[in-house]
Structures are given as C-alpha cells and as structure tokens.
C-alpha cells in the first residue's frame, strides 16, 4: 500500500498534489456501480503500471492522466521513483463528460 500522503505530479500542468487527492478526486467521478467497481485506487502500487489502464483525474488543473504517466516525487524510496513517469504519448480524453 502506498501512502496517501506521497505527492504525485501531473504529466499535464507539472503541479503535485497528495496522493489521496488525486484518489479521491477521481473516485468522486466513478459515477456509477461500474465504474466505482473497476477504479484501482492510487494506493495500489498496480495503479501505476500501464497494463492497468486506469486514468486519474488531477485536483489542479482536473486533465485526465493514466495512472502509468504520473510521478510520485519528493520521496528518497528509489521504488516508488520507478512507477509511472511515462510520457503524454496519446491525447487522453475523458468520454463521459
Ligand atoms: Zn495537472
């Protein structure tokens, strides 16, 4: 389990903001059963592997972002430096808005 209290940047603005925002920022947008059954919350290190294919939607500037793209920083555990971190490759569009 990762803490909720890690900071994790956007791929889009650059800005980090606490885990738990960004985990509950998102699951705020789960707006059905469905979707609230198939969110993977950012706690779960498989958040940031890209064959998760999960998106996280960022308190700051609310840009979509897969869990694979975001970074987690300002810690000194080399094995959170690991997740994610891949670059914006594909326009990432949120089709339920
Ligand atoms: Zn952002």
């Known amino acids: 389990m990762l803490s909720r ?3 994790v940047q956007c791929s889009w603005c650059g800005k980090d903001s ?3 925002e960004w985990n509950d920022a ?3 947008k789960c707006t059905n059963r469905e979707m609230k059954r198939a969110f993977v919350p950012l706690t779960d290190k498989r958040a940031f592997l ?3 294919d999960s ?6 500037c609310l ?3 897969r869990g694979s793209q975001l970074r ?3 810690t000194d555990d080399r094995a959170l430096h690991k997740l994610g971190g891949e670059s914006i490759i ?6 339920n808005e």
């Open 72 to 74: 987690i920083v300002h």
């Open 18 to 20: 606490a885990l738990g």
């Open 26 to 28: 998102t699951y705020a």
């Open 5 to 7: 209290n890690l900071d």
């Open 50 to 52: 890209r064959k998760t």
């Open 55 to 60: 998106f996280y939607i960022c308190p700051k």
């Open 63 to 65: 840009q979509w972002s």
């Open 90 to 95: 594909t326009i990432v569009s949120n089709s």
